[in-house]
Each structure stands twice: as structure tokens, then as C-alpha cells.
């Protein structure tokens, strides 16, 4: 059993950057890849990025790319994301996930979610 523990998001105004945190708790948490997707008002949620368990493998959703930056402490099983370049469209619940294959991570389809921490990025 994995719990994971979200922090950091708020209110930013656009160009600005926020930096979100993850803190995946249990005996087994550092075996697992990590995630975050983020869910819009009204619209369904989407991938962010992934980071895998030993930080070597990275994927991100093109809307991020070159603007954020996610990063794994090994040592406190601690996922990072850094948000850099915010515009409005990037405002949503962000969630953190983990768990499960690769494949399924980045789809999505994983064992544990957080319970979201809110962004807002004003115009």
C-alpha cells in the first residue's frame, strides 16, 4: 500500500512559476514509477508527466514540454514538479500517481493517486 501526499500549488499569475511536491508513503513506495496528471474544470484528466523508480526515465505531455520539469529524491521517495512559464490554460487539479506498469502509468491507469492540490494561473 502506497499513500501519497501532495503540497505546494496556489495561485500564480501567468509567466510565473509554482513548484509541486509529492510525497509517496510505504515500505514499497520507491519501487514505483510516478506521475502527475492534471483534471480542468469540465474537462477530463489529462498526463503531465512521469518520472520512473530509479529517475533515469522520463516522459511529458507536449503541452509541458520546456516548461516543466519533474525530478525524484530517492532517498525520501519525494516527486517533484517544477512549473515554469504558467499560462490560464494550466490551471487545474494536479494530481500525483504512481504505481503500476509504465504503460499504464502514463495512461493513467495506476494503483494510487493523491488528492490533488489545486493550481490557478490568472491572465
Known amino acids: 500500500q502506497v499513500e501519497l501526499v501532495e503540497s505546494g500549488g496556489g495561485l500564480a499569475q501567468a509567466g510565473a512559476s509554482l513548484k509541486l511536491s509529492c510525497a509517496a508513503l510505504?515500505?514499497?513506495?520507491?519501487?514505483?514509477?510516478m506521475g502527475w496528471f492534471r483534471q480542468a474544470p469540465g474537462k477530463e484528466r489529462e498526463f503531465v508527466g512521469a518520472?520512473?523508480?530509479?529517475?533515469?526515465?522520463?516522459e511529458y505531455a507536449e503541452s509541458v514540454k520546456g516548461r516543466f520539469t519533474i525530478a525524484r529524491i530517492l532517498a525520501n521517495n519525494t516527486m517533484s514538479l517544477q512549473m515554469n512559464s504558467l499560462t490560464p490554460e494550466d490551471t487545474a487539479i494536479h494530481y500525483c500517481a504512481a504505481g503500476g506498469h509504465w504503460d499504464r502509468l502514463i495512461r493513467g491507469k495506476t494503483v494510487w493517486w493523491g488528492q490533488g492540490t489545486q493550481v490557478t494561473v490568472s491572465s
Open positions: 510505504g515500505r514499497t513506495a520507491g519501487s514505483y514509477g
Open positions: 518520472i520512473n523508480w530509479s529517475g533515469v526515465q522520463l
